[in-house]
Nanobody
Framework: QVQLVESGGGLVHSGGSLRLSCAAS????????MGWHRQAPGKQRDMVAI???????NYADSVKGRFTISRDNAKNAMYLQMNSLKPEDTAVYYC??????????????WGQGTQVTVSS
């Protein structure tokens, strides 16, 4: 029905940068809020950044000033620019989106996750 596909994860040294991408596809009318969440091994999944359909962003305190979330509604895509990466940023990063699938229904979907590893 609908799908979120992530890309851009990888291995980077401390202080480096990565840009994550999330592309939505399938049958839906529109996408409301989107966001990035991350989960380290043995840890709970935490919100990193959220962006509304109008482009209003909210960030976790731990990434403010270093990460930038953005979206391209025409492409049904969302991005996370990560700068000044730290080892504590190491986690699986998940794309999340709220889809309007028809005139009255909305559903929350998650991507498969992409690994980000920051070495010392």
């Amino acid at each position: 029905q609908v799908q979120l596909v992530e890309s851009g994860g990888g291995l980077v040294h401390s202080g480096g940068s990565l840009r994550l991408s999330c592309a939505a596809s399938g049958s839906f009318l529109s996408i409301s809020d989107m966001g990035w969440h991350r989960q380290a091994p043995g840890k709970q999944r935490d919100m990193v950044a959220i962006i509304t359909s109008g482009g209003v962003a909210n960030y976790a305190d731990s990434v403010k000033g270093r990460f930038t979330i953005s979206r391209d509604n025409a492409k049904n895509a969302m991005y996370l620019q990560m700068n000044s990466l730290k080892p504590e940023d190491t986690a699986v990063y998940y794309c999340n989106a709220l889809f309007k699938t028809n005139y009255r229904s909305t559903y929350n979907y998650w991507g498969q996750g992409t690994q980000v590893t920051v070495s010392s």
